[in-house]
């Protein structure tokens, strides 16, 4: 009997733009929220008479979907381990769209009490659980196609998805808090945002259902069967890794929150900037993130992926001694300088991480490897960053929040320095 002929290789530009787009996507949402808990959540969802309150609730509501993403890293690294990695980018994308645009549709606490926060933490917990095992799925889905000696560059397009899902949620709100008074802002602008992510996922679904398995995945699948519970495979066999590969994310995601949250809501309202003037600053910072992530990526294919982070590490743990002159300053030029500085610092360490953590795990656990450690150290670095920041600079000054990141960029580089060198490595 006749076999079938196997299917036609899929471009490497299709598989490069469906790990950008699904990624883009995930990122845009997750920003629309953390733009909206910096800006409306927390007068709209819970009830106080003191604003920093309120601050600090919608902050501690940022933090659950953190604490949900390695549980959806462990759900969708088992499957996409397993499985394939095609189904559960499809499903995860789904998951994350479907909660965001029902945040959108939510009674507010004056509409509905205590059941309208209480809805708002439960589909914030769905958001974490779909971008749980989003990047990890997007970051494989483009490392295992790359040709040798190109990991990194072929990395970087799941990670300007970043970028790119960040400048489209901002210019959103901005582009609604220029055309709406402030009062229609609050009581149904904030919404729109939230509500056009259904037409992104249904873009991305589309792109993402035409992919195929990856090369590597179905050559391990062929070898021998899936591994029974690959989270236990990575807790046992390769905890260091995980735990190196946790830590070395700590200080990426600190000094990207700091920079954009708690920096949007220190700049509205402590030092006085109204809400289009900071939101525009970031969309300007936010390219000097696109920039510094394929000049990472460029960097670590060609002298590894260890001197690339050390040196972004080092120079992020200096930012932290100038949070406090340039942002705490209130100055236009010193603030955007430091937002710009900060994204940048930002891109160049999350440029390499596309394909540093793939590469720490071997292919049969590597979708959990990746999702778990990317998203263990969201939980360390970004979770309470906002939250804390605040408690910071409430108590002690705006230098404190300073001190706080170059202290998560020391512990990221530690960690970066007891790795051994992955770029050079067959995965």
Same mark, same amino acid.
């Not at 927390?42 to 309120?54: C, K, L, R, T």
């Not at 873009?203 to 035409?210: A, F, M, S, W």
């Not at 939101?279 to 510094?292: H, I, K, R």
């Not at 979770?383 to 804390?388: D, E, G, I, V």
């Given at each position: 009997m006749l076999q079938p002929a196997p299917p036609p290789p899929v471009p490497a530009a299709r598989i490069l733009i469906a790990s950008f787009v699904g990624t883009a996507i995930e990122? %845009?949402?997750f920003y629309v929220y953390a733009t909206a808990a910096a800006l409306v959540i927390?007068? $709209?969802?819970?009830?106080?008479?003191?604003?920093?309150?309120?601050t600090l609730a919608a902050f501690a509501t940022f933090s659950i979907a953190f604490i949900a993403r390695p549980l959806g890293a462990a759900f969708f690294g088992h499957f996409g381990d397993r499985v394939g990695r095609k189904a559960t980018l499809v499903a995860s994308l789904m998951i994350m769209g479907l909660s965001t645009v029902l945040i959108g549709c939510l009674p507010t606490y004056a509409t509905a009490g205590w059941w309208a926060p209480f809805a708002l933490c439960v589909l914030r917990f769905g958001q974490g659980i779909g971008f749980g095992g989003e990047w990890g799925g997007a970051a494989l889905l483009a490392v295992e196609n790359a040709p040798p000696g190109r990991r990194a560059l072929y990395g970087i397009f799941p990670q300007l998805g970043a970028p790119v899902g960040f400048i489209t949620a901002n210019l959103g709100f901005l582009g609604l808090a220029l055309a709406l008074t402030p009062a229609d802002f609050q009581a149904w602008g904030w919404r729109i945002p939230f509500l056009a992510s259904a037409v992104l996922v249904g *873009?991305?679904? %589309?792109?993402?259902?035409?992919l195929t398995e990856t090369p590597v995945f179905k050559a391990a699948m062929e070898k021998a069967p899936p591994e029974r519970v690959p989270l236990a495979t990575i807790f046992t066999k390769y905890i260091k890794a995980t735990l190196l590969g946790t830590f070395a994310m700590v200080a990426c995601y600190a000094v990207f929150y700091l920079s954009t949250v708690f920096a949007l809501s220190y700049g509205v309202s402590k030092l006085g900037f109204t809400r289009p003037t900071f939101?525009?600053?970031?969309? *300007?910072?936010?390219?000097?993130? !696109?920039?510094?992530i394929p000049l990472s990526g460029w960097a670590a294919d060609r002298y590894g992926r260890r001197p690339v982070l050390l040196t972004g590490l080092a120079f992020t743990a200096s930012l932290g001694l100038?949070?406090?002159?340039?942002?705490?300053s209130g100055q236009g030029g010193l603030v955007l300088g430091f937002l710009c500085l900060g994204l940048f610092a930002m891109g160049w360490l999350f440029g390499p991480m596309g394909a540093l953590l793939p590469e720490l795990f071997p292919t049969r656990v590597r979708y959990t490897g990746a999702?778990?450690? %990317?998203?263990?150290?969201? $939980?360390? !670095?970004?979770?309470?960053?906002? %939250?804390?920041?605040?408690?910071l600079s409430e108590w002690g000054g705006i230098g404190w929040v300073g001190l706080y990141l170059a202290v998560a960029a020391g512990v990221s580089f530690v960690a970066v320095a007891l790795m051994e060198e992955t770029g050079t490595q067959t995965i």
């Open positions: 990122f %845009y949402d927390g007068p $709209i969802f819970f009830s106080a008479d003191d604003p920093s309150v309120q *873009v991305g679904l %589309y792109v993402r259902l035409k939101l525009l600053f970031e969309c *300007v910072a936010v390219l000097f993130m !696109g920039l510094g100038l949070l406090g002159p340039m942002l705490g999702s778990v450690t %990317y998203n263990l150290a969201g $939980i360390l !670095g970004a979770s309470a960053a906002p %939250y804390l920041a605040q408690r």
